[in-house]
C-alpha cells in the first residue's frame, strides 16, 4: 500500500533553533516522486520540493534542505536557523501512478511553531 | 496573476442542503482535482478530471459530484450535506500528470450543522 507517515504532530522551536521535519514514506514502486507543501496561517497550500527515486542527492536552498534516504524510506526536511515565517503545517506526499491520473498520497502533516 | 481561484471561502450548510464550490483556473492546466483537509488526515483526493469531459473519483467520492465542461472550471457539487462532510475543500491544478507539481486554490472552509 501507498502511504507516507509524519510522526510529529506539532513541534515547537525557538527562533534560529534548526528543526527537521520526518517523513516516512511505503511504495511498491520503483520509480517515484516525494514532494514537501508548506501550509502557512493564511491556508494556501506551496510547493515546497519534488524528488523523484533515481536522485538521491540531498538538496539545498537557502535555509532548507532535505535528506533522501531510500535505505529507510525517509524524506526528512530540515530548516536551518529557522524564523518565525516558518510556522505552518508542513506536508509530505508521495506521488501514485495510477493510470490516467497519478495521485499525491499526503502525510497527515507536522505543524511547526517557531516562537520569537 | 489569478492562478487558482475557488468561491467561496466560508460556508455554512444545514444537513440535506445542497451546494457547488466553484474552481477556476487560467492556466491552461488539463489536470484538475478535488481535495478535503481534515484534522490529522492530510489531504484527501474526492475527485479528479484529466480534461474537459473526463473526471474520475479519488479516495473519498461519496457525497459528492464534479463535471468538467471546460479546461478552465471545475465545480464541486454536493448533492444532500452532512456534518461529516464539514472541512477544508482545496482545488488543485497541474500541468502534468506525471509531475504531481500541484498548484492549490486558497481553500474553501465549509460547515454543515
Known amino acids: 500500500a501507498q502511504k507516507v507517515t509524519q510522526a510529529q504532530t506539532e513541534i515547537s522551536v525557538v527562533e534560529k533553533e534548526d528543526v527537521t521535519l520526518d517523513c516516512v514514506y511505503e511504495?511498491?514502486?520503483?520509480?517515484?516522486?516525494l514532494f514537501w507543501y508548506k501550509q502557512p496561517p493564511s491556508g494556501e497550500l506551496v510547493f515546497l520540493i519534488r524528488r523523484n527515486s533515481f536522485d538521491e542527492q540531498n538538496e539545498i536552498s537557502g535555509r532548507y534542505s532535505w535528506n533522501f534516504q531510500k535505505s529507510t524510506s525517509s524524506f526528512n526536511f530540515t530548516i536551518t536557523a529557522s524564523q518565525v515565517v516558518d510556522s505552518a503545517v508542513y506536508f509530505c506526499a508521495l506521488l501514485m501512478f495510477s493510470g490516467g491520473y497519478n495521485k499525491l498520497i499526503f502525510g497527515a502533516g507536522t505543524r511547526l511553531a517557531v516562537h520569537p | 496573476n489569478a492562478g487558482v481561484t475557488q468561491t467561496p471561502k466560508f460556508q455554512v450548510l444545514k444537513t440535506g442542503q445542497s451546494m457547488t464550490l466553484q474552481c477556476a483556473q487560467d492556466?491552461?492546466?488539463?489536470?484538475m482535482s478535488w481535495y478535503r483537509q481534515d484534522p490529522g488526515m492530510g489531504l484527501r483526493l474526492i475527485h479528479y478530471?484529466?480534461?474537459?469531459?473526463?473526471?474520475d473519483q479519488g479516495e473519498v467520492p461519496n457525497g459528492y459530484n464534479v463535471s468538467r465542461s471546460t479546461t478552465e472550471d471545475f465545480p464541486l457539487r454536493l448533492l444532500s450535506a452532512a456534518p461529516s462532510q464539514t472541512s477544508v475543500y482545496f482545488c488543485?491544478?497541474?500541468?502534468?500528470?506525471?509531475?504531481?507539481?500541484?498548484?492549490f486554490g486558497e481553500g474553501s472552509r465549509l460547515t454543515v450543522l
Open positions: 511504495t511498491r514502486d520503483t520509480t517515484y516522486y
Open positions: 478530471s484529466v480534461g474537459a469531459g473526463i473526471t
Open positions: 492556466m491552461n492546466h488539463e489536470y
Open positions: 488543485a491544478s497541474s500541468y502534468s500528470r506525471v509531475t504531481g507539481e500541484l498548484f
